[in-house]
């Protein structure tokens, strides 16, 4: 068993940490206060061949392995988690199509994705349907050779600034999970429409939206797999979605332990620097050990995915771990840096604001626990 990178690993985490030091942490502060999508950023990383990482070259990617898709996530995160997740989304946007596709649909579709000439959003959670996903209201009825949609969508990332929508819709009534499909869907589309734009807390550059669809006509041709598969779709794109959320919670924690370490060296309190103090050595110590934990746990979650493997469990672990670890230490990051953590512009003070909301997306950590004990009791 053997736990180090690779070489082509350790080159891409110091080309991301590079490009993150000089292009994404100095406008982070921006982008947050602001709210302020990072379009240029995007750009940047669709030219360094990381918007479709995982994917196959045939398709516009870069053949990558998982777990360097992960070591990308993180350290974008670490400076800037706005920024980490819409990359994650467009990584998530794609893989129903590069798993369930047609071959015509993967030559159509992902490359726009990949090379990101259109943004993707993952259309699933509606008002009434969050952790129970299977409880949707957005129906598409066939008719001729099309599909009817109507319906709405809510917290939808990126929902404003996307060409390409996977959108599930219940296709056959009564039927519960197995009743819903999956459809891609382009911005485009008569009778389409982007709703409120939601103030979030954090991850301000990442734009949250309502959707809605009254009378879209969807060829039939868009159809992701067969009807009645679009829950199992939706279920197996988010357990490797899960994997860049637990990366992400990874980088904000780090980011913590880093603020944490700098601050207690350089704040002075009767006459020495508070890292003098064993009760600070000892957060920082917990700090480090938790996000290591976290760490080797996404890694792992991101190797099996790369093997092809199912990860339901081990992404669960991964997630519900790294987001309580990310938002456990950004309070224990604002307590060493007293008032001046709590004051807005202070970065432990973002940092706590994006750290929440990687307990929620994706599956909220108690929906992490119902599939770790799903897992294990079955």
Known sequence: MDFCLTEEQQLIRSMIQEFAKQEVAPIAEEIDRLGKFP????????????????????????EADYVSY?????????????????????????????????????EKWLPLLTQCKKLGAFALTEAGAGTDAG?????????????????????????DMAGIFIVFAVTEQGKGTKGISAFIVESNTPGFSIGKHEDKMGMRGSHTTELFFKDCRIPRSNILGREGEG????????????????????????????????YSKERIQFGRPIAANQAIQWMIADMATDVEAARLLTYNAAYHKGQGRAVSLESAMAKVFASETAMKHA??????????????????????????????????????????SGNLLR
Do not use: H
């Not at 998530?92 to 071959?103: N, V």
């Not at 409880?135 to 929902?159: C, H, M, P, Q, R």
């Open 39 to 62: 379009e240029q950023t995007v750009k940047r990383l669709a030219e360094l061949e990381l918007t479709g990482m995982p994917y196959p070259r045939k398709y516009g990617g870069a």
């Open 70 to 106: 992960a070591i990308v996530i993180e350290e974008l995160s670490r400076a800037c988690a706005s920024t980490g997740v819409i990359l994650a989304l467009q990584t998530l946007s794609a893989s129903p199509i590069y798993q369930f596709g047609t071959e015509m649909q993967k």
């Open 135 to 159: 409880s949707i209201k957005t129906t598409a009825v066939l008719d001729g050779d099309e599909y009817l949609l109507n319906g709405s969508k809510t917290f939808i990332t990126t929902g």
């Open 231 to 262: 829950f199992k779709i939706a279920m197996v794109a988010l357990d490797g979605g899960r994997i860049s959320i637990a990366a992400q919670a990874v980088g904000i924690a780090q980011a913590c332990l880093d603020e944490s370490i700098r």
């Open 331 to 372: 309070v224990k990051a604002i307590q060493i840096q007293g008032g001046y953590g709590y004051i807005r512009g202070a970065k432990v003070e973002r940092l706590l604001r994006d750290a929440k909301i990687t307990e929620i997306y994706e599956g909220t950590s108690e929906a992490q626990r119902m599939i770790i």
